[in-house]
């Protein structure tokens, strides 16, 4: 079965992103959690609940931190709803990808089903004494 000009480029950008996400992934991982680390040590009351209810249970939280807290929450509100939509966007070209190697996999069942045999079946032809061909048996 021959695949179209579109279906090997298809494939071919898939190989080098499968082949690339591997070091991609693994600097996005160590970038998250260097940058996750820093926040909680050096600015713990943007990462770290337990530190800041601390800080409000001593009262040394200035009124001007809690007004800028409270103005940012809508915020934070907002980008994490912005994340929540680009994963379930990503999920859908995710599947349509997955629709695209379903068919091409289609064409080569349907090919290979109605193509005849080139080599014989396992179990089919004469074997010898230890379940090896004989020698009239040919192979292409």
């Known amino acids: 079965m021959e695949l179209t000009e579109q279906e090997r480029q298809f ?5 080098r992103f499968v082949r690339t ?3 991609v992934g693994l600097v996005l991982l160590i970038g998250l959690g260097g940058f996750a680390g820093a926040l909680i040590s050096l600015v713990p009351w943007l990462a770290n609940p337990f530190a800041v209810s601390t800080l409000l249970e001593r009262g040394s939280v200035p009124p001007s931190t809690l007004i800028l807290s409270a103005a940012l929450l809508p915020v934070a509100v907002l980008t ?3 994340l929540a939509l ?3 966007l ?21 090919a290979s089903a109605a193509a005849p ?8 032809g004469t074997t010898g004494q230890h379940g090896s061909r004989t020698s009239r048996e040919s192979v292409d």
Do not use: D
Request: glycine content about 2%.
């Open 86 to 88: 680009t994963i379930v």
């Open 117 to 124: 045999e080139r080599y014989p079946s396992a179990g089919s």
């Open 90 to 110: 990503l999920t859908f070209v995710a599947f349509s990808n997955e629709q695209k190697y379903l068919a091409i996999l289609r064409r080569c069942a349907e």
């Open 80 to 82: 994490c709803l912005l």
């Open 11 to 15: 494939l071919q950008t898939r190989t």
């Open 21 to 23: 996400w591997r070091y």
